[in-house]
């Protein structure tokens, strides 16, 4: 897996994750959006750890600075 997520897109993924998880857990957001909520959450701090977003593929999309 060749790295295509920058520092930027990282730390607005993690930052959409924990409201994500805050809202599902201050019972702002319930039922099956909630579920789907963490689900995203999870993947996007996954991404984030990987530096590697599978979406980003196929589009030959990258957020990485050029080096």
């Given at each position: ?25 201050t ?9 789907v ?31």
């Amino acid at each position: 897996m060749k790295k295509n997520m920058g520092s930027a897109d990282k730390i607005i993924r993690f930052i959409l994750a924990a409201i994500f998880v805050a809202l599902y857990f201050t019972g702002t957001v319930t039922g099956t959006a909630g579920i789907v909520l963490i689900v995203l959450a999870g993947v996007f701090v996954l991404t984030s750890l990987v530096s590697f977003c599978p979406l980003y593929a196929p589009f030959g999309l990258s957020t990485c600075k050029v080096e």
